[in-house]
């Protein structure tokens, strides 16, 4: 990809990392031994994107490596998430769901995507028949409903809609192509993979009941629900939701919660102890103080006050702190919300119901090419949505310890009211998100994330009418500063570094034998290095497990990872300098 990666020497781990391999006889070889990491903090004077961070993969397996930048699914997404592509108030992001050929005309459904912990996605999803390919598939499949004879003409399916759906937020799949049922066993949407030690598998569902066949032999159409749920097939109760259109900021509405078994004759019972409250466009939590929430009665009644007005959206859930749901989550309602009694309507489609831009980008084998497939966009209306920028993570805040994100108004609208920037542990999808930063007219903001753990950042944005939509920025991995009080260093070999580029605007420089240790949770430890100008060799020790890596030099003094190959429990690093002399930039664990 054009890319330069520095050589490095790999030693193994263990107690006697005698025998190296090296990693510096070709680029090919180097690629081999360097880790990308998706999104990271960068540094350097001027330049908002810099090379990648380096690690140390310490596998015997290098066939098992992570591509560099730029190749795979992920490094797509952190490509395209760099693109300024409008979205009417839904951000989108272009990720490998190409479009080939489709004959039977596209239908808007409403797809669901309802993880483990949480909702992944909940909005409607303009889509039809195509190939498509999983993130681990070496070719793209047909899934037109063609598939396995299911149907005598292409047209939509329950899998390219989620698929079309999952990329307006970035997000693909992957799965196991089986000959027999020419279907795509279906193992991972988004983030969220299937555990055989759990039993969690996904199972998917049209307008309420489980299909008999796989996704791409069922077709869809105009109006119909797609659900896809995770541990699907534990019996566990799914909830539905009902309830009028509209209602009264500060009066309590009334709602309706059922609950069915997925199977075609069972009617809808009422449910009791669910949990209804506010979220975004895409079904995900609301920002705080958005609705006051009410539970669900033996009658499946139950009251929940607004307080705030325009467009707004309910659902239902019924889980006991971060513990397993007890029931899979209900559909979302949009419900306007008026000042008054008799207040004018809310202006324009509720946010959710507006198809996400769905931007195709072609991912099929060479030579054919595919047509691309227009944006699906809504007419001008009174009240027109403003359309933004996907956001991103830019550089300038690192000097004082801040990680930036910045986007871009494309078309004002009816214009923005007001943002928040909230954050969470990208390790814990039950956690809730912590409001960052908060703007009306500004663009950008700089936040001060957590030390040593890796954040996911999310945008939330809402329009003067009241209609919110957000946007995942990415996760960014933010390292304990070298000079903080927990890491503790040797009282020699040890001085301190101005550098403007460096987090905090400093660093540790090391030269051999100065060490420093630090108490870490579970995990993969890394430590960031800098402004190593010849080759140095780094040991770190946590446990049993003992690596030893060689740094080269670099001109560049760009910051580079180095990160132990396997994770280790809870406990404290040690960090050597074995030679050379290196600068320590932070730690972290991911």
């Known amino acids: 990809m054009g890319g330069h990666y520095p050589k490095i020497v790999r030693r193994e781990a263990g107690e006697n990392p005698a025998r190296a391999r090296h990693c510096d006889r070709d680029t090919a070889a180097t690629a081999l031994c360097v880790r990308a990491q998706g999104s990271h903090w960068f540094f350097g004077a001027g330049k908002a994107?810099?090379?990648?961070?380096?690690?140390?993969?310490?596998?015997?397996?290098?066939?098992?490596?992570?591509?560099?930048?730029?190749?795979?699914?992920?490094?797509?997404?952190?490509?395209?998430?760099?693109?300024?592509?409008?979205?009417?108030?839904?951000?989108?992001?272009?990720?490998?769901?190409?479009?080939t050929g489709a004959v039977a005309a596209p239908a808007t459904v409403s797809v669901r995507v309802e993880g483990a912990q949480s909702t992944i996605f909940d909005h409607v999803v303009t889509t039809d028949g195509h190939a498509i390919r999983a993130t681990s598939d070496a070719v793209s499949r047909t899934c037109d409903g063609t598939n396995n004879g299911a149907n005598p003409t292409p047209g939509p399916t329950a899998t390219t809609a989620?698929?079309?759906?999952?990329?307006?937020?970035?997000?693909?799949?992957?799965?196991?192509?089986?000959?027999?049922?020419?279907?795509?066993?279906?193992?991972?949407?988004?983030?969220?993979?299937?555990?055989?030690?759990?039993?969690?598998?996904?199972?998917?569902?049209?307008?309420?009941?489980?299909?008999?066949?796989?996704?791409?032999?069922?077709?869809?159409?105009?109006?119909?629900?797609?659900?896809?749920?995770?541990?699907?097939?534990?019996?566990?109760?799914l909830l539905w939701l009902a309830g009028p259109a509209e209602a009264v900021v500060g009066t309590p509405l009334s709602v309706q919660v059922t609950s069915t078994d997925g199977k075609a004759q069972t009617a809808k019972q009422p449910y009791a102890g669910a949990t209804v409250d506010a979220v975004d466009a895409l079904g995900r939590p609301a920002p705080a103080g958005t609705a006051t929430p009410g539970a669900s009665a033996g009658n499946g009644a139950a009251s929940v006050t607004f307080t705030q007005t325009g467009w707004q959206r309910l659902k239902a859930r019924h889980q006991v702190g971060a513990a397993h749901p007890l029931a899979v989550a209900s559909n979302s309602i949009d419900v306007c919300v008026k000042a008054?009694?008799?207040?004018?309507?809310?202006?324009?489609?509720?946010?959710?119901?507006?198809?996400?831009?769905?931007?195709?980008?072609?991912?099929?084998?060479?030579?054919?090419?595919?047509?691309?497939?227009?944006?699906?966009?809504?007419?001008?209306?009174?009240?027109?949505?403003?359309?933004?920028?996907?956001?991103?993570?830019?550089?300038?805040?690192?000097?004082?310890?801040?990680?930036?994100?910045?986007?871009?108004?494309?078309?004002?609208g009816v214009g923005v009211r007001?943002?928040?920037?909230?954050?969470?542990?990208?390790?814990?999808?039950?956690?809730?998100?912590?409001?960052?930063?908060?703007?009306?007219?500004?663009?950008?903001?700089?936040?001060?994330?957590?030390?040593?753990?890796?954040?996911?950042?999310?945008?939330?944005?809402?329009?003067?009418?009241g209609r919110a939509a957000t946007a995942d920025v990415g996760s960014m991995l933010v390292p304990i500063d070298d000079r903080s009080a927990r890491v503790k260093k040797s009282r020699r070999g040890w001085s301190v570094l101005a550098d403007a580029g460096a987090w905090n605007a400093g660093l540790a420089r090391g030269r051999r034998g100065a060490t420093l240790s630090i108490k870490l949770s579970a995990g993969?430890?890394?430590?960031?290095?800098?402004?190593?100008?010849?080759?140095?060799?780094?040991?770190?020790?946590?446990?049993?497990?003992?690596?030893?890596?060689?740094?080269?030099?670099?001109?560049?003094?760009a910051t580079r990872q180095v990160q132990l190959s396997k994770a280790v429990a809870r406990g404290t690093l040690r960090v050597r300098v074995l030679s050379g002399t290196v600068g320590i930039d932070g730690v972290a664990v991911d």
Not at 439 to 457: D, F, I, K, M, Y
């Open 340 to 412: 008054t009694v008799g207040a004018a309507p809310c202006q324009g489609p509720a946010p959710s119901q507006v198809p996400g831009l769905v931007v195709v980008q072609p991912k099929v084998d060479p030579p054919t090419v595919s047509p691309t497939v227009p944006p699906v966009t809504q007419a001008p209306a009174q009240g027109a949505a403003p359309q933004l920028t996907a956001p991103q993570f830019t550089a300038g805040g690192a000097a004082k310890g801040l990680v930036g994100v910045s986007w871009a108004v494309t078309a004002p």
């Open 49 to 99: 994107w810099q090379q990648p961070l380096e690690s140390q993969e310490t596998s015997r397996d290098l066939s098992t490596h992570q591509q560099p930048p730029g190749i795979g699914a992920r490094g797509i997404l952190f490509t395209l998430r760099r693109t300024a592509l409008a979205a009417t108030m839904f951000f989108s992001a272009a990720l490998g769901c190409a479009a």
């Open 418 to 465: 007001d943002w928040t920037l909230a954050s969470r542990p990208a390790a814990d999808s039950a956690a809730p998100f912590v409001t960052r930063a908060t703007g009306t007219a500004t663009t950008a903001a700089q936040l001060r994330l957590p030390a040593g753990v890796r954040s996911l950042v999310r945008l939330s944005v809402v329009d003067t009418l």
């Open 162 to 237: 989620t698929v079309d759906g999952l990329s307006t937020i970035g997000k693909t799949f992957d799965g196991k192509w089986t000959t027999g049922t020419d279907d795509y066993y279906l193992r991972q949407w988004a983030d969220e993979r299937e555990s055989d030690s759990r039993g969690f598998y996904w199972g998917v569902l049209v307008n309420g009941v489980f299909t008999p066949t796989g996704g791409c032999q069922v077709r869809v159409a105009a109006g119909d629900e797609v659900l896809w749920v995770m541990d699907a097939f534990s019996s566990r109760p």
């Open 524 to 557: 993969r430890p890394v430590v960031f290095v800098r402004g190593v100008t010849r080759s140095a060799r780094l040991e770190l020790r946590s446990g049993k497990r003992r690596e030893v890596y060689r740094i080269t030099g670099s001109k560049t003094r």
